[in-house]
């Protein structure tokens, strides 16, 4: 249902995003790699059990105090290094991706891994709930562009609408990548556009003005 990124490669947007980060960028691209292998993952899955199964066995590695299981597993192994494992918010990101294993539900993804998603970039679990609202409306975006299902596509911008912000938010430094990414969605959702397949260069272009001007 899902179009898979390359096996072991970066999409091209997170790694824009990503350099926004400033110091704190080398993280932040592993936990964009992370959630680019989840997403693999449940692409690549046909039985349910199975993909339950497999992202068990993420967050067991994840979690694993020892630093024994999931060792040998470079992305693993570069989490532990900078001190990544695990990451804020695994078990609603995991929870989220697991939504569209079998039968979609589409907002216990987009709360789950958006949230999930954006506490790890965050660095930290007690995030405003508006910040994890901005990340549930950018995962249905994100999902917008990435599932062959045109159905499930129109719902998923129709749902993020819904979670669109209001009024004003205190977008801290440190919260940069996470601000460009909720206004691209936001752009395209306010004209019921699904996100774009790809990094092109219209995005490029919209993401150096939100970057600049911050909308």
């Known amino acids: 249902m899902l179009k898979v990124e390359t096996a072991g490669e970066l999409p091209p947007l997170a790694s824009l995003l990503s350099a926004y980060a400033g110091q704190d960028a080398p993280r932040h691209r592993l936990?964009?790699?992370l959630d680019a292998r989840f997403a693999r993952l449940v692409a690549t899955t046909s039985e349910p059990m199975i993909g339950q199964m497999r992202l068990t066995w993420w967050n067991?590695?994840?979690?694993?105090?020892s630093g024994v299981k999931g060792r040998g597993?470079?992305?693993?192994?570069a989490m532990r290094a900078?001190?990544?494992?695990?990451?804020p918010g695994l078990t609603p990101w995991l929870d989220g991706?697991?939504?569209?294993?079998?039968?979609?539900d589409l907002r216990a993804y987009a709360e789950g891994r958006g949230g999930g998603l954006f506490r790890a970039l965050a660095g930290r679990d007690d995030i405003p709930e508006w910040l994890v609202r901005a990340g549930t409306a950018w995962a249905l975006w994100d999902l917008s562009g990435h599932v062959g299902d045109d159905g499930v596509a129109d719902r998923a911008i129709a749902l993020g609408r819904q979670n669109l912000l209001s009024g004003k938010q205190?977008?801290?430094p440190e919260w940069r990548p996470m601000r460009?990414?909720?206004h691209l969605a936001r752009q395209d959702m306010e004209k019921g556009r699904r996100a774009p397949a790809g990094l092109t260069p219209a995005l490029y272009l919209r993401l150096m003005?939100?970057?600049l001007i911050g909308r």
Do not use: C, N
């Open 60 to 65: 067991d590695a994840l979690t694993d105090d």
């Open 170 to 172: 205190d977008w801290r």
């Open 209 to 211: 003005r939100v970057a």
């Open 97 to 104: 991706w697991e939504a569209l294993i079998g039968e979609i």
């Open 31 to 33: 936990v964009w790699a």
């Open 73 to 77: 597993e470079p992305l693993i192994d």
């Open 82 to 87: 900078l001190d990544a494992a695990p990451p």
């Open 180 to 182: 460009i990414a909720y």
